[in-house]
């Protein structure tokens, strides 16, 4: 677990070389431990991230720079589930902060001003996070009180935002940070316009971090 560091800046480095430093096999490993967990959320009927019964829109992101691996999750979606699985685009409408695309084996992809892939569909299929299910989250760091560190681009803080008001949304999106263990922090910084997370799923464990499940 690592302290929290003098600046934000320098723990976003401090973590990032963390999760960097795990081999393959280990990378490989943790993804399918993961995995585990995710299933058991959507195959428990009972659980709190799962309460609809139709397939649910379910968005996750292409791993990078170290991130715990997604495309295990993203396969096991797609094969054995009927929930659809959908990416961020940042290449959206112009009132949109970030969309969310529906993502298939056949989807296009282009690449975002950063040069990560996303889906290229015409507006009108790009979607609202009030319009996701459950989200797993990229992150650089973690706590065990659900705040989350990004990388700074405020990308889902902004398109969450929503969760942050009361009573906005009967049935709001489940969001769920997806990392390595070694990415949590004793205590991360938080600031009034952060959207904390609903739970975290790492190589070790689910949590929540609702009040239903504390």
């Known amino acids: 677990m690592t302290t929290p560091a003098t600046s934000p800046k320098t723990l976003r480095s401090q973590l990032r070389r963390l999760r960097?430093?795990?081999t393959p096999e280990q990378q490989t490993r943790h993804a399918l431990q993961a995995l585990t967990y995710l299933q058991d959320l959507l195959e428990n009927p009972s659980s709190k991230a799962n309460p609809l019964?139709?397939?649910l829109n379910i968005a996750l992101f292409l791993s990078q720079d170290g991130e715990l691996e997604t495309q295990s999750a993203i396969e096991?979606?797609?094969?054995?589930?009927?929930?659809?699985?959908?990416?961020?685009?940042?290449?959206?409408?112009?009132?949109?902060?970030?969309?969310?695309?529906?993502?298939?084996e056949t989807t296009l992809m282009i690449n975002n001003q950063f040069g990560i892939p996303e889906p290229q569909a015409p507006f009108d299929k790009h979607?609202?996070?009030q319009q996701m299910?459950?989200?797993?989250?990229?992150l650089v760091g973690f706590d065990l009180q659900g705040n989350r560190m990004g990388m700074?681009?405020?990308?889902?803080?902004?398109?969450?935002a929503f969760k942050r008001l009361p009573k906005d949304s009967?049935?709001?999106?489940?969001l769920i940070g997806w990392a390595h263990s070694c990415q949590q922090a004793s205590q991360l910084?938080?600031?009034?316009?952060?959207?904390?997370?609903?739970?975290i799923i790492t190589e070790q464990r689910f949590k929540s971090f609702t009040a239903e499940q504390a």
Request: proline fraction near 13%.
């Open 152 to 160: 700074g681009g405020g990308y889902y803080d902004r398109s969450f």
């Open 76 to 104: 096991y979606l797609w094969h054995n589930t009927e929930h659809r699985v959908f990416l961020p685009a940042l290449e959206t409408k112009p009132d949109l902060h970030m969309a969310f695309v529906e993502y298939q």
């Open 53 to 55: 019964s139709h397939p």
């Open 133 to 138: 299910d459950i989200v797993l989250m990229p």
């Open 189 to 199: 910084p938080n600031e009034p316009w952060d959207v904390p997370l609903d739970g």
């Open 20 to 22: 960097k430093q795990l």
């Open 127 to 129: 979607l609202t996070g």
């Open 170 to 174: 009967e049935n709001p999106p489940f």
